[in-house]
């Protein structure tokens, strides 16, 4: 044999390392073959609840209404847009609660999905608060937070607070004297101008003090709050702060003294409460 053939010949490689390697070739192709069925398995899964999800089994069989005063279930689910059958995967609850909301008289609405086929709508409702002429018969009603819910006859207002606002009305005396107050037009759904918030904030403490004898609310030129009992005398509120003082001033000069021959409740200061003819 030549060297050439010597260099050129094979070496022997130990059994025991052949037999290593082919384990460890046949390992490296078992793990390859497990993930290629793992991920296939997992793909057939997914598939397969996908079509699941989306029978009748996962569809909105059952729509239940909670908490709504105004509205009826049927205007309810209806505005909602959910049709029965529709798979519960395909609703969205934060798009539905935004749908609902929108709603005049429905304030904060929460949808919660029951699997596998109920869908529960929970409703909180809007009150109204006051009323905001929209023309010479007609009335805007309004709730605390500036809202219109709905507009109505003038001549169905008599239980609720009227505000005014009107760069004329320059104290509670002219307020008395039925200055007119400006109109608003706004529709139904949406909010009153930003200018009626301190008359808001007076209506509900009087509402929170179960005080029921103010029958209109007006914002002054001067930023002073002036309102007006059934009985015809003005009362002068002034800001929105210390109300609760103010309110309870005013009720008891109203039960402990003659307001007679008097036009005007200064309450500006609770502590020293005014009567005068100003």
């Keep these: 044999m030549t060297a050439v053939d010597d260099k050129m010949k094979v070496p022997k490689i130990d059994p025991r390392i052949r037999e290593r390697r082919n384990k460890v070739f046949r390992s490296s192709g078992r793990k390859r073959l497990y993930a290629i069925v793992t991920i296939i398995l997992t793909f057939v899964l997914l598939l397969g609840l996908h079509f699941l999800l989306r029978t009748s089994i996962f569809s909105v069989q059952t729509i239940n209404v909670y908490g709504s005063t105004h509205y009826s279930k049927g205007s309810i689910i209806s505005s909602s847009g959910v049709v029965l059958g529709t798979p519960l995967t395909e609703i969205d609850p934060k798009v539905v609660a935004k749908r609902l909301e929108s709603m005049p008289w429905n304030a904060a609405v929460t949808v919660h999905k029951n699997w596998p086929s109920t869908l529960n709508i929970s409703v909180t409702g809007r009150f109204p608060l006051v009323v905001i002429a929209e023309s010479a018969t007609t009335d805007l009603l309004v709730d605390s937070t500036g809202r219109v819910l709905a507009q109505q006859s003038s001549a169905l207002s008599g239980n609720w607070i009227r505000l005014c606002w009107s760069s004329n009305i320059s104290s509670s005396k002219q307020l008395k004297s039925q200055a007119g107050c400006t109109f608003q037009s706004v529709p139904v759904g949406s909010f009153i101008s930003a ?40 009362v002068r509120f002034g800001s929105t702060s210390l109300l609760d003082q103010k309110i309870r001033s005013l009720g008891l000069i109203l039960k402990q003294a003659s307001i007679a021959g008097y036009s005007t409740i200064d309450v500006r200061v609770p502590a020293e409460p005014v009567l005068s003819n100003w």
């Design 195 to 234: 200018k009626y918030r301190p008359l808001l904030v007076v209506a509900s403490a009087l509402r929170s003090s179960h005080f029921s004898q103010i029958t209109e609310l007006a914002l002054s030129s001067n930023g002073g709050i002036d309102g007006l009992l059934r009985s015809g005398v003005a």
